[in-house]
């Protein structure tokens, strides 16, 4: 296959499966059922709200809708990249909102521009570059979390652990993770449905364009979760999981393709994964560790998925 075939293929798929707002390759009427459905709230102790802040201009903000009800507990804090480097930053909301319902502060970069809360629009203009991100986002994203930790006036102020800091993201999204990995202020990545290219392409997307070098930059615990050998992305993926050595890494595939759970209630099963390796490498949770390692994992246990790790001999906390 050419390789301009593989890049439409993967911004083709990407599009496809979650921009509810774009009739690519779907059915206009299903296209317009994923639009109207309602967001989850999340199935964590928080349930969670999206929103737009006059004072993080271009991102999404997902958080618990009550902030008061977190007691002691404090927000960790995931950026994310957008499936297509999309500027819809409602593209994964099913997902997202999953992660802050269990006490995760996530910021999308874009805007509202599907489901609740997106605006009318006017059919597209197929002769247009449709905007996207940039992997800047993701790094502006942890700095303005950091500087509202630190503001009196703001709702945030002293609710954030500035030591619970993730990066992660879908496709074009995981690869603008690649691009923000050596911030020292990351403590681990999630990477859904993604992986460098294994052969240098010119792509339309310039945040898309890095080579395997960028993996030295990984500093942090990782973990690849991939949509099983139909996944577009896989054989990227997975290569990149071979080629990490020097810190902690896992990939989990589930046979789903590219577009993973992400439109399945609560984000389905690949939003559950992502919450237990978040609450491991940024909370010490133990029960949520024992879901990777051991023999007997959870994941392990669980038909739909299989798991391979290079933890050299990482234990539970």
């Given at each position: 296959?050419?390789?301009?075939?593989?890049l439409?293929?993967?911004?083709?798929?990407?599009?496809?499966?979650?921009?509810?707002?774009?009739?690519?390759?779907?059915?206009?009427?299903?296209?317009q059922?994923?639009?109207?459905?309602?967001d989850?709230?999340?199935t964590?102790?928080?349930?969670?709200?999206?929103?737009?802040?006059?004072?993080?201009p271009?991102?999404v903000?997902?958080?618990?809708?009550?902030l008061?009800?977190?007691?002691?507990?404090?927000?960790?804090?995931?950026?994310?990249?957008?499936g297509?480097?999309?500027?819809?930053?409602?593209?994964?909301?099913?997902?997202l909102?999953?992660?802050?319902?269990?006490?995760?502060?996530v910021?999308?970069?874009?805007?509202?521009?599907?489901?609740?809360?997106?605006?009318?629009?006017?059919?597209?203009?197929?002769?247009e570059?449709p905007?996207?991100?940039?992997?800047?986002?993701l790094?502006?994203?942890?700095d303005?979390?950091?500087?509202?930790?630190q503001?009196?006036?703001?709702?945030?102020?002293?609710?954030?652990?500035?030591?619970?800091?993730?990066?992660?993201?879908?496709?074009?999204g995981?690869?603008?993770?690649?691009q923000?990995?050596?911030?020292?202020?990351?403590?681990?990545?999630?990477?859904?449905?993604?992986?460098i290219?294994?052969?240098?392409?010119?792509?339309a997307?310039?945040?898309?364009?890095?080579g395997?070098?960028?993996?030295a930059?990984?500093?942090?615990?990782?973990?690849?979760?991939?949509?099983?050998?139909?996944?577009?992305?896989?054989?990227?993926?997975?290569?990149?999981y071979?080629?990490?050595?020097?810190?902690?890494v896992?990939?989990?595939?589930?046979?789903?393709?590219?577009?993973?759970?992400?439109?399945q209630?609560n984000?389905?099963?690949?939003?559950?994964?992502?919450?237990?390796?978040?609450?491991?490498?940024?909370?010490?949770?133990?029960?949520?560790a024992?879901?990777?390692?051991?023999s007997?994992?959870?994941l392990?246990r669980?038909n739909?998925?299989?798991?391979?790790?290079k933890?050299s001999?990482?234990?539970?906390?």
């Amino acid at each position: 296959m050419a390789k301009s075939q593989i890049l439409t293929l993967i911004i083709t798929s990407t599009l496809s499966a979650i921009l509810p707002g774009l009739a690519l390759a779907q059915p206009a009427d299903v296209m317009q059922e994923l639009n109207r459905r309602s967001d989850n709230p999340g199935t964590g102790f928080y349930p969670a709200i999206k929103e737009e802040d006059a004072s993080l201009p271009d991102q999404v903000i997902y958080r618990p809708r009550d902030l008061d009800a977190l007691g002691d507990l404090k927000l960790g804090v995931v950026a994310w990249g957008n499936g297509g480097c999309s500027f819809d930053g409602a593209s994964s909301r099913f997902h997202l909102l999953e992660l802050a319902s269990h006490g995760y502060l996530v910021i999308a970069g874009g805007r509202i521009l599907s489901g609740p809360g997106a605006p009318d629009r006017e059919p597209a203009d197929e002769s247009e570059q449709p905007a996207r991100t940039s992997y800047q986002s993701l790094r502006q994203a942890i700095d303005w979390a950091m500087a509202e930790n630190q503001r009196p006036e703001s709702p945030y102020f002293g609710r954030i652990d500035p030591d619970q800091v993730a990066l992660s993201g879908f496709s074009c999204g995981g690869v603008q993770v690649n691009q923000v990995a050596a911030d020292p202020r990351v403590k681990t990545l999630v990477m859904h449905n993604t992986g460098i290219f294994n052969e240098a392409a010119p792509v339309a997307i310039p945040d898309m364009n890095i080579g395997k070098e960028a993996l030295a930059d990984i500093h942090t615990p990782v973990i690849y979760i991939l949509g099983g050998e139909t996944d577009i992305a896989y054989a990227n993926g997975m290569d990149d999981y071979k080629r990490i050595n020097h810190v902690p890494v896992a990939v989990a595939n589930i046979d789903k393709g590219h577009g993973g759970t992400f439109m399945q209630e609560n984000g389905g099963s690949a939003a559950q994964v992502a919450v237990h390796w978040l609450d491991w490498q940024l909370r010490g949770d133990r029960q949520a560790a024992l879901y990777f390692i051991g023999s007997d994992c959870g994941l392990c246990r669980d038909n739909n998925w299989t798991l391979e790790r290079k933890f050299s001999g990482v234990v539970a906390p």
